[in-house]
């Protein structure tokens, strides 16, 4: 069986199919809509959420801190996660952390869906603008850490970079409020235009 790894367009699983992309991974990507309750991936993991991946044997892997150091050492020539046992893999390591932790769940799970935290419309207009609020705190390290570089640590581009760059465009998306983060916005032009990027998107919207 070919592996598959289960995306939605626009979402964070986008990461992992960068990174299948970069390093021509034999990975089979299908996309599945969130919405449907009959989407396939749910037959894998009952939270229905991506990324999802079922491996050749069977097994189901879930959560992007997970899936994109696992897809890297599939391929460790590559540079997207350096050796294990060295600095630069802690601070990649370091930097998924806080995307999946500070930025996604802390922020933008706020943001995009305050129903979970609130059941009513009052309640939830608070609750986003509290998630938009830790956002512009949040994205302060990520500012500072881009300054004068392409990356977010070492030389090449990662899986930190695989994933800053899905909350690029999300923070882009939010409009004028976050235009200060210039570094943040250079990085997200630069994200787009990286070939693996412009294929891995195209092929989630066939
Ligand atoms: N902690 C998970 C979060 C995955 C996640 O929330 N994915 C979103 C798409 S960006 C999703 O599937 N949302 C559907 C839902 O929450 O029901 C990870 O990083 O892999």
């Known amino acids: 069986m070919t592996p598959t790894l289960y995306v939605t367009p626009g979402a964070c699983s986008l990461a992992c199919h960068v990174v299948i992309e970069e390093v021509s991974l034999p990975i089979d990507v299908v996309p599945v809509d969130l919405r449907d309750p009959a989407a396939p991936h749910r037959a894998f993991n009952p939270l229905g959420r991506v990324p999802t991946l079922v491996t050749a044997n069977g097994e189901v892997l879930t959560e992007n801190s997970a899936l994109l ?122 994200y787009e235009q990286r070939p693996s990027v412009m294929r891995a998107r195209a092929r989630e919207l066939q």
């Open 69 to 190: 150091p696992y897809l890297a050492d599939l391929a460790p020539q590559s540079h997207l996660l350096a050796p294990t046992g060295t600095v630069v893999r802690a601070q990649t390591q370091a930097w998924v952390g806080y995307l999946n932790a500070e930025i996604h769940a802390g922020c933008f799970r706020a943001i995009n869906r305050p129903q979970r935290y609130c059941p009513d419309a009052q309640g939830q207009a608070t609750v986003r603008e509290q998630g938009l609020l830790r956002l512009h705190e949040a994205l302060g390290p990520i500012e500072t850490a881009l300054r004068g570089r392409d990356t977010l640590v070492g030389e090449h581009f990662s899986i930190a970079d695989a994933y800053l760059g899905v909350f690029a465009s999300w923070v882009r998306a939010l409009g004028d409020a976050f235009t200060p983060f210039t570094e943040l916005y250079r990085f997200g032009t630069t």
